[in-house]
């Protein structure tokens, strides 16, 4: 056998057991209990405020004609 043969058998190998750990991981996890979740309900409200404001700034930016005549001409 070439080490090429060995190299791609254990690639194979590995490509097959690794799901299969996974779903035998999975079937240990349990799901935590939620609590304080409302503690960020503001936080979205926040985040839609700053993207409006880049917003009209970005459009503000691109608007400007630049055409300022300079004073030492």
Request: glycine share 10%.
């Given at each position: 056998m070439?080490?090429?043969?060995?190299?791609?058998?254990?690639a194979?190998?590995?490509?097959?057991?690794?799901?299969?750990?996974?779903?035998?991981?999975?079937?240990?996890?349990?799901?935590?209990?939620?609590?304080?979740?409302?503690?960020?309900?503001?936080?979205?409200?926040?985040?839609?405020?700053?993207?409006?404001?880049?917003?009209?700034?970005?459009?503000?930016?691109?608007?400007?004609?630049?055409?300022?005549?300079?004073?030492?001409?």
């Amino acid at each position: 056998m070439s080490i090429k043969s060995i190299v791609m058998g254990a690639a194979a190998a590995g490509l097959v057991a690794t799901p299969i750990a996974v779903s035998a991981n999975a079937a240990e996890r349990t799901a935590a209990p939620a609590e304080g979740e409302q503690g960020l309900v503001g936080s979205g409200l926040i985040i839609a405020g700053l993207a409006a404001a880049a917003v009209i700034a970005g459009i503000i930016i691109i608007a400007d004609d630049d055409d300022d005549d300079a004073v030492s001409a």
